[in-house]
């Protein structure tokens, strides 16, 4: 089956600093990947869509300026948590959409900031 | 818009007992459906899927059938396992909406030895 990885699967940041995490399909091309927000047991939060060579669309509510989400290849996007708060501590998963619309997920990367 | 709505959980069941999971939906056309499984600590993995009234999704041992008339997609298994212990994720999917995925509340499941 398609594969996603992420990176990194765990990170500790300081409060103010930015964090890249990066999104990879392995065996496939996706044109368009998603980025998830999962608080301690509840339910994924669609956080945005990622088009490859285009901006990203964001759901309502979701700082487009403080998750900075770039698609720059057909199996790369990358989100970056710029000027992290302990309240953007979370389990962030990204998923990559195949030919056949099918969806298929990372990991995840869970987030700490102190 | 579209929505799912699952069973409440958590659901704690003893190996090799049955299992349904509850799961109904409200889509504005015609959407897949699927179940997604997430053990702890990881991402998300499909464990079936249905693209239209009537299909039977399978893997691993868990079905669900697609029922347009009552608007849902249970999941079952006849007999589970300690390994089977995770969360539960329903979820649909509509061309409509660029394909993006709506998912119920999750049911946590524990199957105890």
């Known amino acids: 089956g398609a594969v996603v990885s992420q990176h990194p699967s765990w990170v500790i940041c300081k409060s103010g600093t930015s964090v890249k995490i990066e999104c990879r399909s392995l065996?496939?091309?996706?044109?368009?990947m998603f980025w998830y927000r999962q608080f301690p047991k509840q339910s994924l939060m669609l956080m945005a869509t990622?088009?490859?060579?285009?901006?990203?669309?964001?759901e309502q509510g979701v700082e487009k300026d403080k998750f900075l989400i770039n698609h720059a290849s057909l199996t790369l996007s990358t989100l970056t948590v710029t000027s992290a708060h302990p309240e953007d501590s979370s389990f962030y998963i990204c998923?990559?959409?195949?030919?056949?619309?099918?969806?298929?997920f990372g990991p995840g990367t869970r987030l700490t900031v102190t | 818009g579209d929505s799912v709505t699952q069973m409440e959980g958590p659901v704690t069941l003893s190996e090799e007992a049955f299992l349904t999971i509850n799961c109904t939906y409200t889509?504005?056309?015609?959407?897949?459906l699927f179940w997604y499984v997430q053990y702890p600590g990881e991402g998300l993995q499909l464990l079936l899927k249905?693209?239209?009234?009537?299909d039977k999704g399978s893997n691993k041992g868990f079905e669900a059938t697609y029922r347009k008339e009552t608007t849902s997609f249970h999941l079952e298994k006849g007999s589970v396992q300690v390994s089977d212990s995770a969360v539960y994720f329903c979820?649909?999917?509509?061309?409509?909406?660029?394909?993006?995925?709506?998912f119920g509340e999750g049911t946590q499941l524990t199957v105890n030895p």
């Open positions: 979820a649909l999917s509509e061309e409509t909406s660029g394909s993006r995925l709506t």
């Open positions: 065996d496939f091309q996706a044109t368009t």
């Open positions: 998923s990559a959409r195949f030919i056949s619309y099918e969806q298929y």
């Open positions: 249905a693209t239209k009234a009537d």
């Open positions: 990622s088009n490859e060579g285009s901006k990203a669309t964001y």
């Open positions: 889509a504005t056309g015609y959407p897949s």
